[in-house]
């Protein structure tokens, strides 16, 4: 196997053992929390839980795409590596404390955060962890391996902690605080990695080359924002028209679909540095590389969608639980996204590729476009035609962002030499 496929197989597989890891760690600890805690007690901690997400994301900034397409073009240059990185923890630690800021005046200013202001503020140890670790630089140099590792050293301690700390419905702060110290431990972790691999010391770049990096990542932002906002959306759209059954049956087939796609952040993650390097080294390569991995995408969604058509109702019933009797809906809704699948790799793919061919802008323009578009027709289909409709749509909206990214996408393509 030669050495640049060897690499990209060993990417990929660590990367599917990190989102591997995701899938199974909340199958392990939210039925335990739930148990524990109470729903109650559950719901506070799922509350500040997505609270701390979405700030999670601000700190991240889309530096996982433009923080890692810089460092693939400049792999070998050790003084461009350091400027890089430096750049990167300025504008993190920036973004760090401001969602701090924010975190102290939600508490003083929203009443049901008021009275838990301690699980709040332990909140920030996770974005402190986002803060450290470098994701970003290891993608880049193509070295998912030590992603891996520090991602099965946090949730192994996440897991431990949640089982010694939590015992009783009262313990909400040692349920965060056990999350927060996994992702804490693995920030330190990842940037022990980092200091060790490399060389390097913070400088403070010209003003001039941070703010250019900040504006190009806010693109990515923007989008990595606007990207799963028509999800969710959806799920509100539905229960206007229609009932919290019929959202339970969609939701049960929207969380498969949405774990088959996991599959296409793990290809993304492990061809995108790559594809970087080429796309500066030879395009001729690079466009090679894009044909191959179409075709691969081709065949394999292929595969998922039929297996998922056919065998639709033994995947509901096995996530629903033998003791649902009527599944039949979720059933049908789940094969009408099968035909998503097809649609699915390529709404992603594109739009890295866009990013990496200097598309930031249209990129956005792409996903604000779809946001607008999917307000009307999910109505409409879920108006007329239930939680069907809103699969249809689904499959709908998965065709036009990706032909609207592929269309971009494609048109630059053409112009380069």
């Known amino acids: 196997m030669p050495g640049h496929r060897k690499r990209l197989a060993g990417n990929f597989i660590s990367l599917s053992l990190v989102q591997g890891l995701s899938i199974l760690f909340p199958l392990i600890t939210f039925p335990y929390l739930i148990r524990v805690l109470g729903v109650e007690g559950f719901g506070v901690f799922t509350l500040i839980q997505t609270f701390i997400i979405y700030f999670d994301m601000l700190v991240s900034f889309g530096f996982g795409l433009t923080a890692t397409q810089r460092i693939a073009k400049h792999v070998n240059e050790s003084e461009e590596i350091n400027r890089i990185i430096s750049a990167v923890y300025i504008i993190k630690f920036i973004l760090f404390i401001f969602s701090v800021i924010v975190f102290l005046a939600c508490c003083i200013f929203i009443p049901y955060l008021q009275d ?3 699980i709040v503020l332990v909140s920030s140890l996770y974005l402190l962890g986002n803060l450290l670790f470098p994701d970003w630089y290891f993608q880049g140099i193509q070295k998912m391996r030590s992603i891996t590792i520090v991602a099965i050293v946090s949730k ?22 056990a999350m927060c110290a996994g992702n804490f ?178 990129a956005v323009r792409n996903i604000l476009a779809t946001v607008i578009i999917n307000l009307f027709t999910a109505s409409l289909f879920a108006y007329f035609y239930s939680g069907k409709g809103m699969a249809i749509n689904l499959c709908v909206i998965l065709m036009i962002i990706s032909t609207l990214n592929f269309s971009g996408f494609y048109k630059k393509l053409k112009s380069i030499q």
């Open 116 to 118: 838990n202001f301690l």
């Open 185 to 362: 431990i693995a920030g330190l972790l990842g940037y022990s990695i980092l200091r060790r691999s490399i060389k390097f010391k913070i400088v403070f770049p010209a003003r001039e080359y941070i703010i250019s990096f900040f504006k190009e990542s806010g693109y990515v932002f923007t989008s990595i924002i606007l990207a799963p906002l028509y999800a969710s959306i959806n799920l509100f759209i539905l229960q206007v028209f229609t009932n919290p059954l019929m959202v339970g049956y969609y939701a049960i087939a929207e969380k498969i679909f949405s774990a088959i796609g996991m599959l296409t952040s793990i290809a993304n993650r492990t061809f995108y540095p790559h594809l970087s390097q080429l796309y500066i080294t030879s395009i001729e390569a690079y466009k090679k590389n894009i044909r191959s991995i179409l075709m691969l995408f081709l065949f394999s969604f292929t595969v998922f969608a039929l297996v998922q058509f056919f065998g639709a109702e033994y995947i509901v019933r096995i996530v629903a639980g033998k003791k649902q009797v009527d599944i039949s809906y979720a059933v049908d809704i789940l094969r009408i996204m099968s035909f998503g699948l097809l649609f699915s790799p390529y709404v992603s793919f594109f739009f890295q590729l866009m990013i990496l061919q200097g598309q930031r802008k249209q």
């Open 156 to 177: 192994v301690i996440s897991l431990l902690l949640i089982i010694l700390l939590v015992r009783k419905s009262t313990d909400i702060l040692y349920a965060v605080l």
